[in-house]
């Protein structure tokens, strides 16, 4: 279609009732008929069709950040900004389905047994870690920190060599000047509630891949059990303290190279301070390697993101430094009320 007024959203859809964490989600087969009979009313082509190619990247909009009652809630200075961001996305989505040919959705996806969990190290009386808590590789030198043996004996290794590893690793985070190791709650474990994508996220992905024949690909990311892997692209670090290649972290390059192929690359998620920060910075890194002047493909929705704002830590101005410099190098900060015309720069 080449008149580019946004759709209006499908009766299916309430702005009230499904951005709501109690939310499950459609039967995909009950939203098959529906969006055939979208596709037909307003003449929507295969994205295979599709002249000039939108990949829409939607950054770990899953329930324990989505939402109050997630474990980890991306909730902004606002207090509300990953149910913000999530709502936004998801009508961005169905106003502009006519243009976006493919949606990727990442999930941040864990397991108990990981090093940036409380349960992976003790405190000198032996207690498990709190959450929020930043452990540096001072820390472990001076003992104040140690790792659980129960980590060790899961992973096949003694303590003194996973006391090593954490203490090498938190070096090699430090030296980045990105990131400490910081203590999350757990969060996103595979099999839960939390780790599932938001229901009225996943509707409109399953809607868009009926309506438009489009790939829906969802791509899980975190579970190597000695690193972050904030970025969708690649782990923090790859290697162990004594060379060997981490268990599980791997660079995600098929991913990258499709993205690329694509005419522009808008992105959305959360959080704006991490995954999203991490995943664009290595997009552009990518990019700068093969073809710089790539770059302006990339268009970060910026009121379709929020940052980690916990008590003690607000990293707010984090997520906008970095939002500015991925502007500076050549990426495009739009929004989701922007029109189409404008991602095409």
Same mark, same amino acid.
């Not at 002249?51 to 324990?64: E, F, G, K, N, S």
């Not at 047994?113 to 992976?120: H, L, R, S």
């Not at 984090?318 to 500015?324: I, S």
């Given at each position: 279609m080449s008149?580019? @007024?946004? $759709?209006?959203?499908?009766p299916h859809y309430d702005p009230i009732q499904t951005v709501a964490a109690e939310y499950p989600g459609t039967a995909p087969q009950a &939203?098959?008929?529906?969006?055939?009979?979208?596709?037909?009313?307003?003449?929507?082509?295969?994205?295979?069709?599709?002249? !000039?190619?939108? %990949?829409? &990247?939607?950054? *770990?909009?899953?329930?324990?950040?989505c939402f109050p009652s997630g474990t980890l809630y991306v909730a902004g200075r606002s207090g509300t900004g990953g149910t913000d961001a999530l709502r936004r996305t998801v009508e961005f989505m169905y106003r502009y389905l006519p243009w976006i040919s493919e949606i990727t959705c990442t999930l941040d996806s864990h397991v108990p047994?990981?090093?940036?969990?409380?349960?992976?190290h003790l405190t000198e009386d032996g207690a498990p870690?709190?959450? %929020?808590?930043?452990?540096?590789?001072? #820390?472990?030198?001076?003992? !104040?920190?140690?790792?659980?043996?129960? &980590?060790?004996?899961?992973?096949?290794? @003694?303590?003194?060599? &996973?006391? %090593?590893?954490?203490?090498?690793?938190?070096?090699r985070l430090e030296a980045t000047g990105k990131y400490a190791l910081?203590?999350?709650?757990?969060?996103?474990?595979?099999?839960?509630?939390?780790?599932?994508?938001?229901?009225?996220?996943? #509707?409109?992905? $399953? =809607?868009?891949? =009926?309506? !438009?024949?489009?790939?829906?690909?969802?791509? $899980?990311?975190? *579970?190597?059990?000695?690193?972050?892997?904030? /970025?969708? =692209?690649?782990?923090?670090? @790859?290697?162990?303290?004594?060379?060997?290649?981490?268990?599980?972290?791997?660079?995600h390059e098929a991913l990258l190279k499709r993205l690329l192929t694509a005419d522009v690359i808008l992105v959305a998620g959360l959080a704006s301070s991490h995954c999203v920060a991490a995943s664009v910075a290595d997009l552009l890194a990518f990019v700068q390697e093969h073809n710089p002047y790539l770059a302006h493909r990339i268009v970060?929705? !910026? #009121?379709?993101?929020?940052?980690?704002?916990?008590?003690?830590?607000?990293?707010?101005?984090?997520?906008?430094?970095?939002?500015? /410099? =991925?502007?500076?190098?050549g990426a495009r900060v739009l929004t989701t009320d922007d029109p189409v015309e404008a991602w095409w720069g």
């Open positions: 008149d580019t @007024t946004p $759709l209006p959203f499908p &939203l098959f008929a529906p969006a055939m009979a979208w596709q037909q009313a307003h003449s929507l082509r295969p994205a295979a069709d599709d002249a !000039r190619r939108a %990949h829409l &990247l939607v950054i *770990d909009m899953q329930v324990d950040f047994g990981q090093v940036f969990f409380p349960g992976a870690v709190a959450p %929020h808590t930043v452990i540096t590789a001072a #820390d472990y030198r001076a003992g !104040r920190y140690r790792p659980n043996p129960a &980590l060790a004996a899961q992973l096949g290794v @003694t303590t003194e060599w &996973l006391t %090593h590893q954490v203490t090498d690793y938190c070096t910081y203590v999350w709650p757990y969060h996103c474990l595979v099999g839960t509630a939390g780790h599932r994508l938001a229901g009225v996220l996943a #509707d409109a992905c $399953l =809607f868009h891949a =009926f309506a !438009r024949g489009a790939a829906n690909a969802p791509v $899980l990311k975190g *579970d190597s059990p000695l690193t972050e892997n904030y /970025s969708v =692209f690649a782990p923090e670090v @790859t290697t162990c303290w004594d060379g060997q290649p981490m268990p599980g972290a791997v660079r970060l929705l !910026r #009121d379709a993101m929020a940052p980690v704002v916990v008590p003690g830590a607000d990293f707010t101005d984090a997520a906008e430094q970095a939002l500015a /410099s =991925f502007e500076a190098a």
